[in-house]
Every structure is written in C-alpha cells, then in structure tokens.
C-alpha cells in the first residue's frame, strides 16, 4: 500500500516536471521536410528572347530581369518571378547570390533598375570594337523587358532582351559598350555603370531570413535542442502540441518566428564547422506539396551573433539575443 502511494506521487512529480518544461510534440505529429530547388528564367530568357542590335530606351518598370557579369563571374542576378505560395510583392527573386531565398526590397531593386533604365548612349567616334575593348570582353550587364505603352501596366512574361558588353573607359567619364550581335560601339556614362557593376546585393533585401504567408504553411515544426514542438492550422481551427489556440495567439507567435532580422552577411572566409548541432530549426510545412517546404536553422557564432541558414543556404548573421528570446517564447508558448 505505501508502495502504490509512493509511486503515485512520483508519477504525479513527474507530471508536474514535464508540464513545467512545456509539452513537446510527440513524433507521430512530425512530417519529413520537403525542400525542392527554385529554378529563374534567366537563362532561357537570354538565350530564347530576340535580342536588340540597336540600342533602344528601357522604362524601369518594364525590366523583369537583370543579370551583371563581371570578369566572367555572375555577381548579381535578379528576375521577375510569379510562384504559388508567394504574394505579388514577393515576385522579385535573386538568385544569385542568394539561390532565390531572400525577399527583396522591391523600393531599392526599382532604384537600381532606375539607374540601369537611365543609361544614355552616346556616339563613339570611329573607334572600333577591339580598340574599345569590347571584343574580348567578360563584363556586361543582361536585361529583359516587357514593352508597354504609356499608362499600360505590362505583362510578366518579358517580350525583348539586350546584352550590354562593356569595354575600356574613354577617359572622359564614359565606358565604351555595345551590344551583343553589333558592331557599333556607343558610349554609356561610367558613374552610372559602375553603380550597377559595383552593385552590393545585401543592399536589395529585406532583412528577415525569410518571408512566408503564414495561409501557406498547414504545420511549423520547431526544435529547441531535445524538444519539439509544432504548430498547425486544419478544419479544427489553430493548435499548438496538440491544444486549441486562438487564431490571434496563433499568429502572434508565428510572427515572431518570422521577426527575427538580418544584421549582417556571413564573412565568406569564416569555414562552418561540418558537424553542428543547430540551436533552434524551424521547419515551415506546406499546404501544397508543389510548394518547396523552408528549414531555418540558428548556428553560434560568436559572442553577440548566430548566423542562419535558409534550406541549407547560409549568408547571413543575426543578433544572439533575438533568437534567445523567440526560443524562450517558444517554449512558454506566448
């Protein structure tokens, strides 16, 4: 008899203990991730779309892609891309450098498409494509482009493209250019150029590792070290681990999964150690199984970052306090 009332208050003390830590989900609850790669336009675009031989101007709301190649290399590529699961805002995509994983700052991308759109040609006087520098040159600047009459809004699906070849600068503030398929080199104004050479893609997203209607997403499956928890929307209504919750709490705290901001890139020389164990990973599953699944993991850095990882892409750093403090609401599930 003492022996059954011994084990009784154990289980009861135990009860309690775990009641206290938070309940976690249990693993029939959890579902694999499904993360599927995000494919651009860009290429088949300059390689299918007619491609001007004369230079021709180009409104900025009228660019639906711009590629900037720079000695060879890609820095920066960015394209009007329609997904399901995606609010129109949220069209733009940058696939390099950032494997179409941020969301853009869509007021600053127009700056930059401002700038490519205000280029000017000039006349070359008599010089020729290999005394400009042009022939043998890996620098150029790709855009794609939907005409559309004054007042017209414009469709999504560009209809013309141009590749600007850059050469050797004039001396005189212009860089020799033409473009790909002519042989009459122009001039375009070199501060203007070099804005968009130069350009720095950190400065066209917005700072939040990622954005994710929360109409999208059936279940958010969380791991805070050895405790799961998961969050989930269906014919019942809103439910954390399992217990009905209000819509307005629900979302509340979805948000604040969303709301942790960006506060620097990742110093490329930095190696990631191979074996690490993620402080906190979000697990974003959803709604429809041709919409790619998103994992956010949460690394230690240093003593006042952690840097972040989006589907196995890791670019950026964010504050250690701010993911502390989304792990411990997490856990009291406010």
Known sequence: MRLKKCM???????????????????????????????GNHLEQWQQELPQDTEFGGIGANEIRGLKVQKKGETVFAVSYEPREGKETFDYWDISV???????????ELYNLLGTAALMVWGEADGISIEEAGIKDSDTSVFLAYCKQSQGEKG???????????????????SYYAALEGSSKVGLVNQILMDEILNVEPYEYILKIPTLISVDTVKKVQIFTGEESHVMEQDEEGWKMDGEKVSQKDYQSLYGALLDVMLTGELDENVKAEKEREPFLTLQFIRKQEDISDVEVKYYSYDEEHMSVSVNGQENFLVEKDAVFTLKERIETGI
């Open 8 to 38: 009784t208050k154990l289980l009861l003390l135990l009860a309690a203990a775990w009641c206290l830590t938070g309940c976690s989900a249990s693993k029939d609850s959890l579902e694999e991730i499904q993360i599927k790669e995000l």
């Open 155 to 173: 469709g999504a699906e560009p209809t013309g493209a141009q590749s600007i070849l850059i050469g050797n600068t004039d001396g005189k503030g």
């Open 97 to 107: 450098p950032y494997h179409s994983l941020v969301s853009v700052n869509t007021e």
